[in-house]
C-alpha cells in the first residue's frame, strides 16, 4: 500500500467528507432541540434537521469518490501479492523440476491471491469509514459534552483491548478448525483415491472410522471457533452500551448542574446510537471475520514467498524434500527388529549387503523372519536398532511415495482388483505402451487368460474366480511392468508350478534391478548367484558352493526340498 501514496492521499480525503454526517449528527441534533424545539422555534429546529440531510448527500457522494482510490490500491495490492508469489512459484519450478509438475501449486496460489484481493478490499470498504466514523463521534462529543467523551473513550480502549485478545483467541481456534479441516481433506481424498483397495482389503470398517474421527475432530475444532467469537459481544456491551448507559445515568445530573443543556445530551445519545453502536459492531465483525482471514492468508501467503531457493542437494530431490539416493543397494547395519517390546527379536543385529542390480536369495525355516527382512528391506518396517539404507540413505528418511515407486514387495497373497486386466497390469506404470504390456502377457504366459477374459479391456468382475496362480502371475506381471529398481519376491510364487516360477523368476533376473526372492522351492536357491540362510544362532550367506555342507541347515532344506548339488545357473 505504501507504494500507492497518491491515491491513499485521495483515500482519506474522501474518506473524511464521507464521515462529515456522523460528525454533524450529533452537533446539529442538539442545536436543533436547543435553538428550535425547545426554543419554541420549530422552523430553525426543521433547518437544522434539513442541514444533516444535506450532509448526508455531502457523506454519499464522498463515498463514490472514495471508490476510485480505493480500486488503485486494492488492484495494486493484488498485483504486487502476483508477482511475489509467482515469482516465488517460479523460482521453485526451475530449481525443483519434479515439483514443477504440481500444477496446483498455481491454482491454490491464484486462488489464495484473489481470495487475499477480496479480503483487502472487503476490509478498506467496511473498517475504513468506520474507523473514520468512531474518529468523527469522539470529536463530536469533545466538542459537546467533554465528560460523556472521556467515559466513551475510555470504555471504547476496554474495549479496543478485549477485541486484540480474543483475536488472538480467534486466531488460534481458527487455525485450529483450518487444520482439521485440512486433514479431514487429507484422510477423505486419501480415502477416495484408494477406494478399490480399501474394498479390496476389506478395510471400509477401519477406513469408515477414521474419517469419522477425522469429521468429529473437524465439528469440534469449528463448534470451538464459534464458541469463542460469541464472546464478541462482550466487545460490543463494553464500547457501545456501557457509554450510553452512563450517559443516561449522568444525564439529569449534568443538566441540572447546567455543565449539559438537553440538547447536548440528545446529541451525545444520537452519537453513540445511531454511529457509535453500528461502527462497533462493524469493526468487531471486520476484525473477527474478514481481518482473521486475511491475516491466516497472507501468513500462508508469505510462507510460500519466503521459501528460500533449496540448496544443490535439494534440486536432485524426490518429492518430499529429501535427495534421491545415488543407487539402490541395500544395507542392513546392525539391525534388531521385535514385534512387541516383550517379544523375542525376528531379526538380530543383522548386517547385510545387497548392490544394485544383484539377485539374492533367501531362506529358512517357517517363521525364520523372512518375510519380517522383506518388510524391513522394503521400509515397511522400521528396525528397533541398527539402520536399513538404500542407496546410503537411511529409508526413513527418504519420501515415502518415491520408496513405495522404487522398492516393491510382492507377498504370497496375491492382490487381483475388479477392472479391466489392462487395468491391472499398469496400476504401477499406467503410462505403459501396448507393446510392454503385451510382452508381460507373453512372458507371463497370460495370453490364455487374457483371451478367457475377452480380452485385455475386459472386465475382470469376479477377480475371485482367478485361481491363486493366476493371480499369482498377474501380480508378478503388474510387478515386472512397473517402475520399481528393487523388488522383493516374498514366496510370491508359491501357486505356480516349478516351471512358471522359473520362467517368472528368469524375466525377473532377466530386468535390470535389483532382486530379492524369499524362497519357496530349492530351484529358486539354485538359481541365485548368492543365498542367506536365516537359521537358528545367525545367518549365514554365499554362493550354493559356500553354503552346502558348510551349512547343515542349508544341506538339509536343499537337500528336502529335493535340490540337487549342481552349481547356480
Ligand atoms: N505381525 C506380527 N506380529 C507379531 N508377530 C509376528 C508378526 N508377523 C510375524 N510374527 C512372528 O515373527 C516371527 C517371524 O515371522 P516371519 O513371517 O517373518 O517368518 P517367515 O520366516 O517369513 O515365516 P514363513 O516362512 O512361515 O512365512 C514368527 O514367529 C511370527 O509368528
Known sequence: MRAQRRSMRALLAWSLLEAVPVLLSGQLMAAAMDHGFLAGDPVTGLALLGAYGAALLLGAFGTRQVMTPMATVV???????????????????????????????????TRQTEAARQLTAGLLLTARPVVFSLGAVVFGLV?????????TVAALCLSAVLLLRLSRGLRERYLAALAAEERLAAVAGEALSGLRDVLACGATHHVGRRMEQAVDAQAQASMASAWYGARRIGVIVIGAKLPLLITLVMGPW????????????????????TALEPALRQVVQAVANVGLHLGVLLGRLADQVREQPPTRDEVTSPPGGSAEPAHTGLTLEKVTFAYGPDSEPVVESLDLTVKEGEHLAVMGVSGAGKSTLAALLAGLESPDAGTVSLGSRNVSGLDAAWLRRTVTLVPQQSYVFAGTVRENLTYARPGATEADVAQVVDTFG???????????????????????GERQLLVLARTHLSPARVVILDEATCHLDPAAEAVAEQAFMARPGTLVVIAHRASSILRAPRVLVLQPGGVMEGSHRDLIGRSPLYTELVGEWGGTAGPPR
Open 75 to 109: 488492484e495494486s495490492v493484488r498485483d504486487r501479492l502476483v508477482r511475489l508469489v509467482v515469482s516465488a512459484a517460479l523460482r521453485e519450478s526451475v530449481a525443483r523440476p519434479e515439483a514443477a509438475a504440481d500444477d496446483a501449486v498455481v491454482a491454490r496460489t
Open 143 to 151: 466538542t459537546l459534552v467533554p465528560q460523556i467523551a472521556a467515559v
Open 254 to 273: 449534568l443538566i441540572r448542574t447546567g455543565t449539559a443543556t438537553p440538547g447536548a445530551m440528545l446529541g451525545a445519545a444520537t452519537y453513540l446510537i
Open 446 to 468: 497370460l495370453t490364455d487368460l487374457v483371451a478367457r477374459w475377452g480380452g485385455l479391456d475386459a472386465a475382470l468382475t469376479r477377480p475371485g474366480a482367478l485361481s491363486q
